[in-house]
């Protein structure tokens, strides 16, 4: 696994390129949970929202560490 991404000399952990990644994800799938009116069975949007990242997190960092090494 690669611990970092060289950006120009800059080294960025590459956690950080996934915790991207997974923000975007993050959003595409809020804006269609929000169309669909999913969030009225939602007790806590904010609680609900945060663990939606975690998760989205663990899937990219779980797809994308067997790439990486």
């Not at 960025?12 to 804006?31: D, N, Q």
């Not at 949970?33 to 990242?53: K, M, N, S």
């Amino acid at each position: 696994m690669r611990g970092e991404l060289d950006l120009y000399g800059v080294f960025v952990p590459s956690l950080a390129a996934w915790m991207l990644l997974a923000f975007a994800v993050s959003l595409a799938l809020r804006g269609v949970l929000a169309r669909t009116g999913f969030y009225r069975l939602v007790w806590h949007r904010p609680l609900f929202d945060l663990a939606l990242y975690v998760v989205l997190l663990g899937i990219v960092v779980s797809i994308a560490v067997p790439f990486t090494s």
